[in-house]
């Protein structure tokens, strides 16, 4: 079975800021993939980042980094520079791979993040 | 490229009645998902196409929803009957068949927001 935790409901930073979200999982897969999609309020499901679980750096894509600590099961979001438009709610989930060609999702609970003028 | 299509937008119903939502996903998407996102939580799969077979069906309410995907396109949800704990988002995605790819991304549709009363 897979879980993910995101301890944070919600988070106030200001504009301009990196911001932190935190992410820990858990599964027994020995191989599995971690991604991050961001859910504006208008409901859709937006990915940002994608890190494997046997990538040997840690995964960045512009303004998103994936901070990845393999030994302490946990896969952070980092946003550099936010903006108001990273006003959101953001979720990390998960995929094992050791039943290849299910590829179910399981979600966080996410953090719900605003963006302060 | 259009990206995932779903009909309503939004549904009210009174609770025992019937309801159906409409997925049309991304042209060239082997797979389809049916999510579940009740207010405050992550998304939860309940159902995962391959072309028109199921891949993954085990959190599906077989009692009482229902889904099909009969020439491989597009996929319709059932709930009959609905109850007052159906209230919720249903999301669609859909991936490639690209089994090589470990980041083989979901694209969402906007969902359909139910409310049961």
């Known amino acids: 079975a897979q879980k993910i935790t995101q301890t944070q409901p919600g988070m106030f930073v200001q504009e301009k800021e990196a911001v932190t979200l935190d992410c820990t999982y858990d599964?027994?897969?020995?191989?599995?993939?971690l991604f991050w999609y961001k859910q504006p309020s208008s409901g859709e499901m937006i990915f940002l980042i994608y890190?494997?679980?046997?990538?040997?750096q840690n995964a960045t894509e512009g303004r998103y980094s994936l901070n990845f600590q393999k030994a302490r099961k946990s896969a952070n979001l980092v946003i550099s520079a936010s903006q108001l438009g990273d006003s959101a709610m953001y979720f990390c989930?998960?995929?094992?791979?050791?039943?290849?060609?299910?590829?179910?999702?399981?979600f966080g609970t996410g953090t719900r993040l605003t963006i302060i003028p | 490229e259009a990206g995932v299509a779903q009909s309503p937008r939004y549904k009210i119903i009174e609770k025992r009645q019937s309801v159906a939502f409409w997925c049309n996903p991304i042209?060239?998407?082997?797979?389809l998902y049916w999510y579940q996102q009740i207010l405050g939580q992550g998304p939860k799969l309940l159902i995962q196409?391959?072309?028109?077979?199921?891949?993954?069906d085990s959190q599906l309410p077989k009692d009482r929803f229902s889904a099909e995907r009969l020439k491989g396109v597009d996929s319709t949800l059932k709930i009959q009957p609905a109850k007052l704990e159906d209230s919720a988002v249903y999301l669609c995605?859909?991936?490639?068949?690209?089994?090589?790819?470990?980041?083989?991304?979901?694209?969402f549709g906007p969902g359909t927001r139910l409310t049961v009363l």
């Open positions: 995605a859909s991936s490639l068949d690209l089994r090589e790819r470990r980041d083989n991304e979901q694209f």
């Open positions: 599964t027994s897969d020995p191989s599995y993939g």
């Open positions: 890190q494997g679980s046997y990538d040997q």
């Open positions: 989930a998960m995929r094992g791979d050791s039943n290849f060609g299910n590829e179910k999702l399981t």
């Open positions: 042209s060239g998407h082997a797979t």
């Open positions: 196409f391959q072309n028109n077979g199921v891949v993954d």
